[in-house]
């Protein structure tokens, strides 16, 4: 194998597979990247068994060839190697040469062939289509309240619904719960099976390749009996879904929270982010209490302090005092893009709703906390 290419744009490729080579794998071939030169194409491709990447860039091929390497070692050579074109063989004497001119030269050694686990495609996959930018917002507003708890694998994912040309994703840790949805083309024979749940390390690739094309590109998404594709230009992203049934979210969701609070979402950040500071580091537990177009925000660590603060609110009706864990309500905040925030409310041992002011297609619920 011999081609030459440009640092850059070896470098812009090799960047994508960071979240998914292994640096300390359990499984050693996880770490591993295969390289095929072939038809004046190269073809890369790397997984850790949970998300795989194959990326093809066009490129003048001096010898065909193939090689398995070391995916974190090749990429911290090039990343290190200055601007300009480079040139890379693969030696009998089974080293791969990374050269650049006469005074920079590299050998990095070639793993056999068996050390790379294939990534096989499912050719009889149907394919929707979504724009690039509606992919990343619906990860975004609910990938953050995705489990990290490894006794319970259903909720270390994210949910995958469709109903007609809606496609609804939800999250839930047990503690609150994250619901968006949003149109997406589907062409006929698209199925999307019950119980699809996408990993959170998975998702966060998908978000990434949605983040680095054009907000308006289509990405090309389809749902197998175990992967979830989504191709775009020359790279193709699958992901192995995880096993299991999903609990059923819809009752975690109040419908009668009466007392309605609109609050800036700004101000209420800012707000948040101070009071925090003295807060218990377990719970991050902060009161409210809304009455007559105020609500006053307080927090108390033993033995360090306490903290109050006033914002002004659109509420009417009786006082109401609840308590949440601030952590989540910044991380359900910080994915608002409007002013305004709407927090439905019933009373101290109630789930709270909290959706952006005039806009219906994203939700989350917090799981109220002892004062």
Known sequence: MKFLIEKQNLLE???????????????????????????????????????????????????DGEIVVDGQKILD????????????????????????????????????????????????????????????????????????DRTRDVLRGILVEREKNT????????????????????????????????????????????QEVKEEALLKIGFGEKNLTITEGGELLMVRLIEGEFPDYRVAIPKDNSIKIIAKINELISSLKRVTLLTEEETKVVKFYCKDGLMVISSKKAGVGEAREECEVDCKGDGVEFGLNSRYMLDVLNTMEGEEVVIEVKDAQTPVLLKENGKETTLAVIMPMML
């Not at 090799?14 to 038809?39: D, H, R, T, Y």
């Open 13 to 63: 490729s090799l960047k994508k597979f960071q979240g998914v080579i292994e640096k300390n794998p359990v499984i050693p071939m996880a770490s591993n990247l295969f390289l095929e030169a072939k038809n004046n194409e190269i073809t890369m491709s790397a997984t850790n068994f949970e998300v795989g990447i194959i990326i093809k860039k066009s490129l003048s091929i001096i010898e």
């Open 77 to 148: 050579i090039i990343r290190e190697m200055p601007d300009g074109e480079m040139y890379i063989e693969r030696k009998d004497t089974g080293w791969i040469e990374i050269k650049q001119g006469k005074k920079i030269v590299f050998n990095l050694a070639v793993l056999s062939d068996e050390k790379v686990p294939p990534i096989k495609v499912d050719e009889k996959v149907r394919y929707g289509e979504i724009k690039a930018h509606v992919l990343s917002e619906l990860i975004n507003k609910t990938v953050y309240a995705v489990s990290d």
């Open 167 to 210: 496609l609804k994703m939800i999250a839930t840790d047990g503690h609150r719960l994250s619901l968006a949805e949003s149109d997406c083309l589907f062409t006929e024979g698209v199925d999307v099976k019950k119980g699809t749940i996408v990993p959170k390390r998975g998702a966060k690739e998908i978000r990434r390749l949605a």
